[in-house]
Antibody, heavy 120, light 111 residues
């Protein structure tokens, strides 16, 4: 069965940077589009970013555009999220999620999440 | 693009049926039949329950069903069970950024 495991979360000060990783197993990672979704404490889900299976197409939510960078390494079965210029409002649990197969447009597997806390 | 609108909570007794609504706009629910529903228990990751309005992934109970009319999508849970107590989120593909819009979330309470 598909499995996604995030890592890299932690506590950091405003303005700092962090790189999240998502290790995929149990499926052919290079065939699937992937996403990052976050959830602030006690709040709802927020879509952040999309990357195509090859990595050639990328989209970001306006809330993180210019600060966050999504990438993937299909040889390592890994997804990444580089987060720069972090703000207090970026405090959240960050999930990687796999997009379901055609036509897609849903998230059929999720990781357990990794907590990012931005605080001085 | 604002979040899709869901009721904050819905409650029901075991065995009853409940329905959660999800109201969107022309840019999302009004334009696409690409609505999905997610169940989230406290401290856990979301789980896909319904996709493309009314399709169930393998392994999801047939007590869960979805529908859509105009700008409103709905999730119905029939034969309510204690294990159904959780938060539920709808999600729709949208024509503009952000390309995926989630609902505000609904807490289902089993009395």
């Amino acid at each position: 069965e598909a499995q996604l495991v995030e890592s890299g979360g932690g506590l950091l000060q405003p303005g700092g940077s962090l790189r999240l990783s998502c290790a995929a197993s149990g499926f052919t990672f290079s065939s699937y589009e992937m996403h990052w979704v976050r959830q602030a404490p006690g709040k709802g889900l927020e879509w952040l970013s999309y990357i195509s299976s090859s990595g050639s197409t990328i989209y970001y939510a306006d809330s993180v555009k210019g600060r966050f960078t999504i990438s993937r390494d299909n040889t390592e079965n890994s997804l990444y999220l580089q987060m720069n210029s972090l703000r207090a409002e970026d405090t959240a649990v960050y999930y990687c999620a796999r997009e379901g197969q055609q036509p897609g447009y849903n998230f059929d597997y999720w990781g357990q999440g990794t907590l990012v806390t931005v605080s001085s | 693009q604002s979040a899709l609108t869901q009721p904050a909570s819905v409650s029901g007794s075991p065995g009853q049926s409940i329905t959660i609504s999800c109201i969107g706009t022309t840019s999302d629910l009004g334009s696409y039949n690409l609505v999905s529903w997610y169940q989230q228990h406290p401290g856990k990751a979301p789980k896909l329950m319904i996709y493309e309005v009314n399709k169930r992934p393998s392994g999801v109970s047939n007590r869960f069903s979805g529908s859509k009319s105009g700008y409103t999508a709905s999730l119905t849970i029939s034969g309510l069970q204690a294990e159904d107590e959780a938060d539920y989120y709808c999600c729709s593909y949208a024509s503009s950024n952000p390309f995926y819009v989630f609902g505000t979330g609904t807490t289902v309470i089993v009395l």
